[in-house]
């Protein structure tokens, strides 16, 4: 699904974080401690305070070097924009990982709905599938299951990561069967998800400034992919560097590792401008 066409993305004047966006979870892995839900006599943590109000050139440096970007497709251009698109136009990185809330609670639901259906329960109609046991009945199936159509932009992208990440999952595994993934192919799925999402915020957000800046449609959408490509390989090494690190997707807490991914994805955008 391409989202750039029909967005301008957010201008200034309006919160960084839209209200609706779900708050990211406590990281246990921050302080070694477990998550606190007041069972072992401590307080849940506090709500995250109020996001500030965006200037009105939040992305003013971001869209300059990507318009260059979608003229040359100069690697360092690209990598300007990211990290002032982050540091910018979202104060940084904590920031942008909050607004991307929404895909971090959407991939804890993933996670679960795929473990749910592969035990043999879930929320997916049997009845349904069986009158139409294409894959691509399937994958709409589990869409609609995950995530519901509520008008908003961050529904619609969110949906198409997870279409997108159904079907890579069949591209990496050709004999998966999506009504029993194992541990390692429901991990995969919900990596891919979190790397295709990741990229579609930033395509909601500056995408119109390639399709705008481009010297042609056909350039226009082949520097669309590079950026996509590009971001959704950041978004992998990150999951690869927690995997590394001892933390996988893999019964542990979905939420708080994608948040975690996210974010030092977000750090290493940062870190371009330096």
């Keep these: 699904m391409g989202t750039s066409q029909s967005s301008r993305g957010p201008g200034g004047g309006v919160p960084m974080v839209p209200p609706w966006t779900p708050d990211l979870p406590p990281d246990p892995a921050a302080d070694g401690s477990p998550?606190?839900?007041g069972g072992d006599g401590t307080a849940p943590p506090p709500?995250?305070?109020?996001?500030?109000?965006?200037p009105g050139t939040r992305f003013q440096r971001a869209k300059l070097a990507l318009g260059r970007?979608?003229?040359s497709g100069s690697r360092g251009d690209l990598r300007r924009a990211l990290g002032t698109y982050v540091s910018?136009?979202?104060?940084?990185s904590r920031m942008a990982t909050r607004r991307a809330g929404g895909t971090v609670a959407t991939a804890g639901v993933f996670g679960?709905?795929?473990a749910a259906i592969a035990a043999g329960g879930g929320p997916l109609d049997r009845a349904v599938l069986d009158a139409d046991p294409s894959?691509?009945?399937i994958i709409s199936a589990i869409v609609d299951a995950v995530r519901s159509v509520d008008g908003t932009l961050d529904a619609e992208a969110e949906r198409a990561s997870i279409d997108s990440a159904l079907s890579e999952v069949l591209n990496q595994y050709p004999d998966a069967d999506l009504l029993l993934l194992d541990d390692e192919q429901r991990a995969f799925a919900v990596e891919r998800f979190v790397a295709n999402d990741v990229y579609r915020r930033f395509e909601l957000d500056l995408g119109k400034v390639i399709v705008d800046k481009a010297p042609n449609n056909i350039t226009a959408s082949q520097r669309l992919k590079e950026a996509g490509d590009y971001v959704r390989q950041c978004v992998a090494a990150s999951f690869q560097k927690l995997r590394s690190a001892g933390r996988t997707l893999i019964g542990q807490?979905?939420?708080s590792i994608v948040s975690a991914a996210i974010e030092a994805t977000y750090h290493v955008f940062?870190?371009?401008?330096?």
Excluded: M
């Design 112 to 114: 679960s709905t795929l």
């Design 135 to 137: 894959v691509r009945a």
């Design 69 to 71: 970007f979608a003229q």
């Design 270 to 274: 940062e870190e371009y401008l330096q």
């Design 88 to 92: 910018n136009g979202y104060g940084g």
């Design 47 to 54: 709500a995250a305070p109020p996001a500030p109000t965006a």
């Design 253 to 255: 807490d979905i939420v």
């Design 35 to 37: 998550d606190d839900d």
